[in-house]
């Protein structure tokens, strides 16, 4: 599966975005889908995953109660929509997926899209 990510740049803290991962290659629903960001001088890290059906969804801690992970199957994109933007979220952020939730969440997907990059400005 071909995965491209949108929707990166700069905002200033307490703002919003809204990241999009479109897929192409495999039929959509069959796969846990994902979100990571890598820091300057850091390891990558999982920020969200949702379930191929879209019921399931699961974050790290930092971003609980400010991002939304969702998807739409009709049109093939992942989203997810960031608020109330902090300068410690700035990274680039890159989607995946993958045939299993549990993979996803593990970092070990099988697919990974380009990044984007995010900036907040405080």
């Known amino acids: 599966v071909q995965l491209q990510a949108s929707g990166g740049g700069l905002v200033q803290a307490g703002g919003s975005l809204r990241l999009s991962c479109a897929a192409s290659g495999r039929t959509f629903s069959n796969y846990a889908m994902g979100w990571f960001r890598q820091a300057p001088g850091k390891e990558r890290e999982f920020v969200a995953a949702i379930t191929g059906d879209g019921r399931n969804a699961f974050y790290v801690d930092s971003v609980t109660g400010r991002f939304t992970i969702s998807r739409d199957n009709t049109k093939n994109i992942l989203y997810l929509q960031m608020n109330s933007l902090k300068p410690e979220d700035t990274a680039v952020y890159y989607c995946?997926?993958?045939?299993?939730?549990?993979?996803?969440?593990?970092?070990?997907?099988?697919?990974w899209g380009q990044g984007t990059q995010v900036t907040v400005s405080s």
């Open positions: 995946a997926a993958g045939l299993s939730i549990i993979l996803v969440r593990a970092a070990r997907p099988g697919y």
